[in-house]
């Protein structure tokens, strides 16, 4: 049967009003990776894939959720959606209502979003706002005007998009057949990890197949759910994870805490290295993206994670295109040569190996 995107595929797991319309970019299915050369560098012995959430339509992870949100919105003949976004929410919110026939209008927080999220929203035809202000500020303010006027909330908060983000899970216990023993994952506003941690434990109940440990991992400069507090100024390279007040933290904590797992920080400089690590697999991801992987390592360097027999997932949620000025500025630029194939032979020897 063709693929048609997770509402078609995993309809009798989610809770949907009864009738709804499906508006569908066929998000979902995204290839889980194994990087058996990666586990070998972090030390081996264990089984390691990477789920590739850059894959979906727009980019990231947040397609899952959106198909299922803006469905649901439509279902109520809403006839605009809002968010707030460090980004991927509002690219993907902007192509799912496009598709819908609805306007979507984002709030971002100003100069901090990636240039390929925020070309997406525009390209869309979202409109697109950006305050002076967090996305924090940004998330309090679209809740306070979606409840004052006829206009669907399209973030986390909204149960829709978690129906659709713990599709996530199911494919990784079909995939493998039953959960792997660690769940890696970045944690920004939370919603992706409580998805998940629903998603594994009503397949277990359903099909006994089995309870993950979850490694949720947040940004040093942005973390507050392993400092206990709201961080005011958050502050990290992984724009997506840029969150002082994640809306569901404490179900988070929960989640980590229900699974026998943990949620830690790692530095900006942990997830950059371990962003060219992952593309030196053949996986380019966004700096967020390579959290969960961060933390990984992280833990296993510590002496904290013995991984030894292990299965262990980690998901990375947006694509690397997404955020190119990072490369731009972390990676040697290109260098510009006559065009001779003399000026061309010296370098393909060294390629070659010739030196
Ligand atoms: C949204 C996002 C996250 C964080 O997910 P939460 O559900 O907010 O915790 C991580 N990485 C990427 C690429 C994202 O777009």
């Keep these: 049967m063709e ?5 078609s595929r995993y309809r009798q797991w989610m809770d949907l009003p009864g009738s709804m319309p499906v508006i569908s970019l066929q998000e979902g299915n995204t290839p889980l990776i194994p990087v058996p050369r990666l586990a070998g560098e972090l030390g081996g012995g264990f089984d390691l894939w990477v789920k590739f959430e850059g894959m979906n339509p727009t980019g990231s992870f947040k397609d899952r959720g959106m198909t299922v949100a803006i469905s649901e919105a439509a279902s109520r003949s809403v006839r605009a959606v809002i968010c707030a976004s460090t980004g991927n929410t509002a690219a993907s919110a902007a192509a799912y209502a496009a598709r819908a026939g ?18 997406g929203a525009v390209a869309y035809g979202a409109e697109v706002v950006q305050i002076e202000g967090s996305f924090d500020d940004a998330l309090s303010l679209v809740v306070a005007l979606s409840e004052k006027y006829p206009i669907a909330l399209v973030n986390s908060l909204n149960p829709y998009r978690l129906e659709g983000q713990k599709t996530a899970a199911f494919e990784i216990c079909d995939r493998l057949g039953s959960a792997p023993d660690w769940l890696c994952l970045p944690v920004g506003n939370a919603g992706n990890i409580t998805s998940y941690w629903m998603g594994f434990r009503q397949y277990d109940a359903r099909r006994g197949s089995g309870l993950p440990q979850i490694l949720g991992v947040q940004a040093a400069g942005s973390a507050p759910l392993v400092l206990g507090h709201p961080v005011d100024r958050p502050e990290t390279v992984a724009t997506a994870i840029r969150i002082g007040r994640p809306a569901r933290g404490e179900q988070a904590l929960q989640a980590a805490e229900e699974s026998r797992g943990r949620i830690i920080a790692v530095s900006d400089e942990e997830i950059l290295s371990m962003q060219r690590r992952l593309a030196q697999n053949g996986v380019w991801v966004e700096p967020a993206s390579a959290a969960g992987l961060a933390g990984l390592a992280h833990e296993i360097q510590a002496g904290r994670f013995d991984p030894n027999g292990r299965r262990i997932v980690a998901v990375c949620t947006g694509h690397g295109l997404k955020d190119p000025e990072i490369i731009a500025k972390s990676m040697p630029k290109p260098r510009v040569m006559p065009a001779t194939q003399s000026a061309l032979e010296e370098v393909c020897l060294r390629a070659a190996g010739g030196d």
């Design 3 to 7: 693929y048609e995107g997770v509402i």
């Design 102 to 119: 609805m306007r979507a209008l984002v709030i971002i927080p100003e100069g901090k979003v990636a240039a390929g999220k925020l070309a």
